[in-house]
T-cell receptor, first 115, second 112 residues
Framework: EADIYQTPRYLVIGTGKKITLECSQT?????MYWYQQDPGMELHLIHY???????EKGDLSSESTVSRIRTEHFPLTLESARPSHTSQYLC??????????????FGSGTQLSVL | GESVGLHLPTLSVQEGDNSIINCAYS??????FIWYKQESGKGPQFIID?????DKRQGQRVTVLLNKTVKHLSLQIAATQPGDSAVYFC???????????FGTGTKLQVIP
C-alpha cells in the first residue's frame, strides 16, 4: 500500500474561488506529479517536480500552479476555479533517484466539481 | 469539465476465463514498462512491470508479454474474477529520459 495522501477526496466549489488540492507522501520520494483525468478517459500530466524547489509543466496545458517547498508536500492551486476545471486530479510520486525507473505510486485522487 | 482525449475501449470477459489486454507503445527507445489497474473512484495501482531485456514476466495470476519488434505489450489475467473489473493502463519509460507515457487504457468488465 502506497503512502501517498490527497485531500480533500471530493470538493464542490463555486466559480471564481481559489482552491488548493493537497498531496503528501511519506516515502521520501524525490519526484512528484499531478495528473488530470476525466471519467473514462486518459491520464494527462499537468505538473511534475524533480525535488524541492523544482516545478515543471506537463504535457497538458493547465491554469493551475504547484509548489514544492518540502520533499513530502506537492500542493496544486487554482487561483480562480471555473466549470472547465471540473475533473479528477491525481497525485503521484516515484523514487527516481534510487531506482532510475519511473514506477509511480498514486493517491486516491480529488474529484473537483466547479459550479 | 471539458473532456480531452479518447474514450476507453472495453473488454468484456466471462468470470473464470482468461483476459488479454493489449497496448501499443510509441517509443522504440523505451526500456521499462508498467501495467496499472485503476478501480472506480481510485488512483491507479501498480500491477506488474517488465524491462526491455525480458519478453515475459509472471506475477500472481498476471503475465506481461513484451514484443519489442512491433512495440506491443500485453497483460494476461488468468481465471478472471469480478474484482479484476477496472481500467488497465500501460505505461512506458526510457531510462534517463524521466518521462512516463501512459497508454489510453482499457476497461475490463467481468461478467459473473
Amino acid at each position: 500500500e502506497a503512502d501517498i495522501y490527497q485531500t480533500p477526496r471530493y470538493l464542490v466549489i463555486g466559480t471564481g474561488k481559489k482552491i488548493t488540492l493537497e498531496c503528501s507522501q511519506t516515502m521520501g520520494h524525490d519526484k512528484m506529479y499531478w495528473y488530470q483525468q476525466d471519467p473514462g478517459m486518459e491520464l494527462h500530466l499537468i505538473h511534475y517536480s524533480y525535488g524541492v524547489n523544482s516545478t515543471e509543466k506537463g504535457d497538458l496545458s493547465s491554469e493551475s500552479t504547484v509548489s514544492r517547498i518540502r520533499t513530502e508536500h506537492f500542493p496544486l492551486t487554482l487561483e480562480s476555479a471555473r466549470p472547465s476545471h471540473t475533473s479528477q486530479y491525481l497525485c503521484a510520486s516515484s523514487d527516481l533517484q534510487r531506482t532510475a525507473n519511473e514506477k509511480l505510486f498514486f493517491g486516491s485522487g480529488t474529484q473537483l466539481s466547479v459550479l | 469539465g471539458e473532456s480531452v482525449g479518447l474514450h476507453l475501449p472495453t473488454l468484456s470477459v466471462q468470470e473464470g476465463d482468461n483476459s488479454i489486454i493489449n497496448c501499443a507503445y510509441s517509443n522504440s527507445a523505451s526500456d521499462y514498462f508498467i501495467w496499472y489497474k485503476q478501480e472506480s473512484g481510485k488512483g491507479p495501482q501498480f500491477i506488474i512491470d517488465i524491462r526491455s531485456n525480458m519478453d515475459k514476466r509472471q506475477g500472481q495470476r498476471v503475465t506481461v508479454l513484451l514484443n519489442k519488434t512491433v512495440k506491443h505489450l500485453s497483460l494476461q489475467i488468468a481465471a478472471t474474477q469480478p474484482g479484476d473489473s477496472a481500467v488497465y493502463f500501460c505505461a512506458e519509460n526510457m531510462r534517463g529520459y524521466q518521462k512516463v507515457t501512459f497508454g489510453t487504457g482499457t476497461k475490463l468488465q467481468v461478467i459473473p
